[in-house]
């Protein structure tokens, strides 16, 4: 695996590669390293599908809010070189802040059509258009064929689309299913904040998703959803954040299945002082 620091130095060897090959196919999976087999499944996925795989590992400023803790943010890179390795993964990325954003670039502001005030972005003003930033000085940096993400992060998932959508020279946006523990907790880089106990009872969230998407068939939407909340509330530490119904592609709340051609659920509960983000398709 070829690990690269400098833009230009990727950018050089991509387009080397290319010239020499100009069939070749560039996946990408944008991380912040920490890697677990929800991480190392996109680079599955980017490895069967594309010939080169580059994967970033960069844990992007401009996405924290002020009182998200980027400082604390683990960055355990001898092992996920190792994992990297292991994964087949071609050429790992890994930038200081200024290959990234050089005094040259400016911020943008991306018209993401409101997408980024909503779900997540109430809580974390900004923190999408972070997202969009780094995602598009990587896309231009490394011009993949595909770009991978989990479904775990969902409204990230739309606002990536969008973002492609906007730009003239964008990868194609594949969309991996969330990869679980055994007992259904979404793997997160944040699980290894909760106990052990802790770990094993947060498979709450995924029965009470998976409760909704059966009682969504026999019960109206609205009520469903309260039965979700009230299994999640009756869970001890347990808040909800959100637990909302959404168009999965405005993100626009639902009441009804029939209000929208896709619908997904979406939910934040805080854990253990951990905030744990889950979603289902539910059509
Ligand atoms: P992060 O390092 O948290 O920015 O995540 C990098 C990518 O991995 C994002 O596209 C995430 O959605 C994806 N990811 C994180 N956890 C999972 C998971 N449990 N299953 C599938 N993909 C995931």
Do not use: W
């Not at 087999?37 to 980017?46: A, V």
């Not at 969009?132 to 689309?161: M, W, Y």
């Not at 259904?184 to 947060?202: F, H, P, Q, T, Y």
Request: hydrophobic share 40%.
């Amino acid at each position: 695996m070829n690990i690269i620091k400098a833009s230009k130095d990727l950018s050089n060897l991509l387009d080397s590669i290319r010239r020499e090959n100009p069939k070749v196919t560039i996946g990408f999976v944008p991380t912040m390293g920490a890697l677990h087999e929800g991480h190392l499944s996109l680079l599955t996925e980017s490895v069967s599908r594309a010939d080169i795989t580059v994967c970033s590992v960069f844990v992007n400023p401009t996405q924290f809010g002020e009182k998200e803790d980027l400082e604390k943010y683990p960055k355990p890179i001898e092992k996920d070189i190792e994992l990297l390795m292991r994964a087949n993964c071609d050429i790992l990325f890994l930038p200081e802040y200024g290959q990234v954003y050089p005094s040259t670039y400016t911020h943008q502001i991306f018209e993401l059509k409101g997408l980024d005030h909503k779900i997540e972005g109430v809580s974390r003003p900004g923190h999408f258009q972070g997202v969009c930033n780094v995602l598009f000085r990587f896309f231009e940096i490394i011009h993949p064929d595909f770009a991978f993400f989990g479904q775990k992060d969902f409204q990230q998932t739309v606002v990536a689309k969008r973002l492609a959508h906007l730009m003239e020279k964008a990868p194609y946006i594949v969309v991996a299913p969330i990869k679980r523990e055994a007992h259904g907790l979404a793997m997160s880089s944040r699980n290894v904040r909760l106990s052990d106990k802790g770990k094993m009872n947060a498979a709450f969230i995924y029965r009470a998703l998976h409760q909704l998407k059966e009682d969504a068939v026999e019960m109206n939407l609205v009520e469903a959803l309260q039965k979700a909340k009230q299994f999640i509330d009756a869970q001890k530490g347990a808040t909800i954040d959100y637990l909302l119904a959404v168009d999965t592609t405005t993100l626009d709340e639902v009441n009804t299945l029939d209000q929208a051609e896709g619908v997904a659920i979406v939910t934040v509960v805080n854990y253990e002082g951990v905030r744990l983000l889950d979603n289902i398709i539910l059509k």
